[in-house]
């Protein structure tokens, strides 16, 4: 993350018409809270109905929701299968390893 956070530092103090081109620590705060809200920028999964399951793609993954015979869901998202006792549970649990994905993709981990 610290590349990141260094390069994100450096484009914010690049655009400032000084002869100080050196990042400042507000520069850093800036480039901190960039990095906090991405995250929440991950377009969402886009979810259809495929008979009597639920799926969606990503650019790198495949994500299937179907119910279970224990009278809950199951999450199959080509990597693990993992229980889930509403089909939106199931959803959000997809959407998470989703995020996970493009930020690991990046360079970053999701607390």
């Known amino acids: ?6 390069k994100l530092a450096d484009v914010i103090c690049s655009n400032r018409a000084v002869d100080n081109w050196q990042a400042t620590p507000s520069d850093y705060d800036l480039a901190d809270a960039i990095i906090g809200d991405l995250p929440d ?7 259809y109905n495929a008979g ?11 994500y299937r929701v179907y119910a279970n015979s224990a009278g809950g869901y199951t999450l ?13 549970e199931a959803k ?8 996970a994905q493009i930020m ?3 360079g970053m981990g999701v607390e």
Do not use: G, K, T
Request: no cysteine; proline share 4%.
């Open 1 to 6: 993350m610290s590349d990141l956070r260094e």
């Open 41 to 47: 920028m991950v377009q969402p999964l886009v979810w």
């Open 52 to 62: 009597p399951e639920i799926q969606s793609q990503s650019l790198i993954h495949f």
């Open 76 to 88: 199959d998202d080509n990597e693990a299968y993992s229980a889930h006792r509403s089909q939106d």
């Open 92 to 99: 959000a649990a997809a959407q998470a390893h989703h995020v």
């Open 104 to 106: 690991a993709a990046l």
